[in-house]
């Protein structure tokens, strides 16, 4: 079994660069690896870096919120 190393992270473009974003997860159940990042931060960051992502287990999802702040 090859090691394809980590998934790619998951960018949300089309934010104010210069605005703050919070990321809060609303989906219920157990909860994977996957955690929101503690603080808010800048649309440029979630834009162009992202924010890393476990792998999906089979049927399964993960639902996020993202809120502006400033």
Same mark, same amino acid.
């Given at each position: 079994?090859?090691?394809? #190393? *980590?998934? /790619? %992270?998951?960018?949300? +473009?089309?934010?104010?660069?210069? @605005? ?7 989906? $219920? #159940? *157990?909860? /994977? %690896?996957?955690?929101? +990042?503690?603080?808010?931060?800048? @649309? ?7 924010? $890393?992502? *476990?792998? /999906? %287990? ?13």
């Amino acid at each position: 079994m090859a090691v394809l #190393g *980590p998934p /790619p %992270a998951f960018r949300i +473009p089309g934010l104010t660069p210069a @605005g703050r974003y919070t990321v809060a997860r609303l989906d $219920p #159940g *157990p909860r /994977p %690896a996957y955690e929101p +990042p503690p603080g808010p931060l800048s @649309g440029a960051a979630l834009a162009g870096i992202g924010r $890393p992502v *476990p792998p /999906p %287990a089979p049927l399964t999802t993960t639902i996020v919120h993202l809120r502006r702040t400033a």
